[in-house]
């Protein structure tokens, strides 16, 4: 069992109009966190989310094309290829209340965005393919 500490918490908003997984990487390799957790909340002016259908084992997404709320969005940061990663998931409410969520895809555009990175210090996490989902993911131990 590896087991983390806690390092840097980073609090910061991210800019009107930025791709908003894509200014959570820049932040996470600005300050160059290769290990972390990531929970982000605010609103997004349109939003591409995925779903991973696991017979394909292909990404479908999906495309909101209307301001939502970000109700939810919660993810990690680990090693993919030797870069940092972010994987991360969001919900996203309607005006009418309505949700509608999924992995977070290239795409959502940010309305305004409160990101919390908890940075976690110990054995550095990376990436493999895996055979059986056809996804990247961590390797068991
Ligand atoms: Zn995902």
Known sequence: MKFYKTG??????????????????????RENIKTGSVTVIGAVQKARVGYYDQETHEYLETGVEEPMEISSCLGNISLKDGEIFIHAHINLAARDGRVIGGHLAPGTR???????????????????????TGLSLWPIR
């Open 8 to 29: 840097r918490k980073i609090l910061r908003g991210l800019p009107h109009d930025g791709d908003l997984l894509g200014e959570i990487e820049k932040l996470a390799r």
């Open 110 to 132: 940010i309305f305004a965005a409160e990101c919390l990175i908890e940075e976690l210090m110990g054995v550095e996490l990376e990436r493999l393919p895996d055979q059986a």
